[in-house]
C-alpha cells in the first residue's frame, strides 16, 4: 500500500513539473541550468531547453501513471521495460539539451 502512495505522489510530482516545463516555466528547476553563470546562459535556447525537458517529462509521467494505475498487479517485466524506458529517455533528454538547445 505504502509503494502505491508513493508512485501516485511521484506521478503528481513529476505532472507538475511536465505542466511547468511545457508551459514555458521552471527553468530554475533544471539541475546545471540553474546554476549556471548569465554568461553560460546566454548560449541556451531557453525555450527549446523546456521544451526538450516537459517532453522527456511528459515520457516518464506517463510511464509512472501506468505503473500507479496497475499497482500490484503490474509484471515484474513490465517494471523492467518501464525502467529502461525511463533510461532512454533521460539519456535522450541530456543529449538534446547539450546539442539542440543551444543558440
Do not use: Q
Not at 511536465?18 to 508551459?23: E, G, K, W
Not at 509521467?61 to 518501464?82: D, H, S
Amino acid at each position: 500500500m505504502f509503494a502505491r502512495i508513493m508512485l501516485w505522489v511521484i506521478f503528481a510530482a513529476f505532472a507538475a513539473m511536465t505542466v511547468a516545463f511545457l508551459s514555458g516555466h521552471g527553468a530554475s528547476l533544471i539541475a546545471g541550468y540553474n546554476t549556471a553563470t548569465e554568461a553560460e546562459r546566454e548560449t541556451v535556447d531557453e525555450k527549446k531547453l523546456l521544451r526538450v525537458m516537459g517532453g522527456g517529462m511528459l515520457v516518464a509521467t506517463l510511464v509512472i501513471f501506468v505503473l500507479a494505475l496497475l499497482g500490484e498487479r503490474v509484471p515484474t517485466a513490465f517494471v523492467y521495460v518501464a525502467i529502461a524506458i525511463i533510461g532512454v529517455d533521460c539519456a535522450a533528454m541530456v543529449y538534446l539539451a547539450n546539442t539542440r538547445c543551444k543558440k
